[in-house]
């Protein structure tokens, strides 16, 4: 099983190419991208599919913008952090699973822009509301 697992992560890497090189400009974009392909798999045995995993990004997006406007930051970030890794597992899910499509790079980038707009009106929100 161990064995199994640790050939579907390299077949993930493999399908992937060179977006897991260090870039010396982007280090969380490298941290996310390594948690993401080893969290892959999972989500291969337990079969969503890759808009599903779109959605729970969505999902945990919009928690991390409730967290920040009860007041708790470092939940929100906790929450956008899995949200990002869960962006990354999206794509090497649709690759491994060969059902990448323009409606599934259209919605993830939809969804992308929403949680990050989110994101930035709850920091927005809690600053604002802090200080009062």
Not at 54 to 78: K, P, Q
């Amino acid at each position: 099983m161990i064995k199994n697992y640790f050939a579907q992560v390299q077949l993930i890497k493999d399908q992937s190419g060179s977006k897991y090189q260090y870039n010396k400009n982007s280090f969380f974009e490298y941290l996310f991208r390594y948690i993401s392909l080893y969290a892959t798999p999972l989500f291969i045995l337990i079969r969503f599919s890759p808009n599903i995993v779109s959605l729970l990004s969505l999902f945990l997006g919009i928690l991390s913008f409730f967290a920040m406007v009860v007041g708790d930051i470092s939940i929100s970030i906790l929450f956008i952090f899995f949200s990002i890794i869960i962006d990354y597992i999206d794509g090497n899910l649709a690759r491994y699973l060969s059902k990448t499509s323009f409606f599934g790079r259209f919605i993830d980038g939809v969804i992308d822009i929403i949680v990050i707009t989110l994101f930035r009106f709850g920091l927005c929100y809690y600053f604002f509301f802090q200080f009062e």
